[in-house]
């Protein structure tokens, strides 16, 4: 572990005195439950001293409520129904959503959205399932962390719906094509990009669409353990991703905005403390 932390130390990168801001941790998944504080410590070494832990379902919200009390000031966290977990949504559920909602280090509503791409609860229930959540987003006066995927079109009309009344929301994890872009950035959606961009066989296509993202609606994650940037070298033993990896996103998105580390670890921190209404003391 320590060697692994010498590797990946903040020192590393060029913006020592820039700190970052992952979006999108999957803290309570079981591939960290081994080393949980551990993995925010690597983190916080590397540099990014803040994150989002995403709660993908009720239970879940609670537990990631828990673990950013526990490891304040670093993490935060959002409580929602993933589109998975439509299917499994009750009426107690909302009101422990909303419960959650009123905490103070739950700073978004989400992960909340739609998945026509894996279907893993029918269409119309995870539309319902998405546009009470919205309704939550709205009362609560916190941004919506959204998902999407093989949906654009309806996930668009529907938080459209909300827009006007709604504090924010981000498409977390974008991989669609610039048609969805603009559709979001019409919107005035936020733009959540992960190591998705690292990858030479799949990601490619979201290249030329990163310069056409503002800076002040541009978000970076890793979405830790999954998606471990494929650029990373040398690639760790384990092939979990890591919040502390979040540098080799900033770094693809250097390379092909023309921008330097620096400027996007600024850029993307800026976005994301005024997205999720953090304290600006740094
Ligand atoms: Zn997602």
């Not at 700190?19 to 916080?44: C, Y």
């Not at 998975?84 to 909340?112: C, R, S, W």
């Amino acid at each position: 572990m320590r060697e692994c932390t010498r590797f990946y130390s903040f020192a590393q990168w060029g913006f020592m005195k820039q700190t970052l801001v992952d979006i999108g941790v999957n803290l309570t998944d079981k591939q960290f439950s081994g080393d949980r504080e551990a993995v925010v410590e690597r983190a916080v070494e590397a540099g990014v001293t803040t994150m989002i832990l995403t709660g993908t379902n009720c239970q879940e919200s609670i537990e990631v409520a828990e673990l950013a009390e526990q490891f304040a000031p670093y993490c935060y966290a959002t409580a929602g129904i993933h589109p998975h977990d439509a299917k499994n949504a009750t009426d107690e559920q909302y009101i422990t959503i909303k419960e959650l909602l009123a905490f103070p280090q739950v700073v978004a509503a989400g992960e909340m959205g739609l998945d026509f791409n894996r279907d893993f609860s029918p269409r119309p229930v995870q539309e319902q399932v998405f546009e009470q959540q919205l309704e939550l987003a709205v009362n609560s006066g916190l941004p919506a962390f959204c998902h999407e995927r093989d949906a654009s079109e309806r996930f668009a009309e529907i938080i459209k719906e909300f827009r006007d009344d709604l504090s924010g929301a981000v498409v977390h994890c974008f991989t669609a094509d610039k048609k969805a872009l603009y559709r979001y950035l019409d919107l005035d959606l936020h733009i959540g990009i992960t190591g998705w961009v690292c990858d030479e066989r799949r990601g490619t296509h979201l290249h030329p669409l990163l310069k056409n993202i503002p800076a002040d609606r541009l978000m970076i994650e890793t979405d830790a353990p999954w998606l471990l940037p494929r650029s990373m070298s040398p690639k760790p033993k384990k092939r979990r991703n890591e919040p502390a990896f979040l540098p080799w996103i900033v770094k693809t998105i250097a390379e092909q905005t023309g921008k330097t580390e620096a400027l996007i670890a600024e850029e993307t921190s800026l976005t994301a403390k005024r997205f999720f209404n953090l304290d600006q003391g740094e």
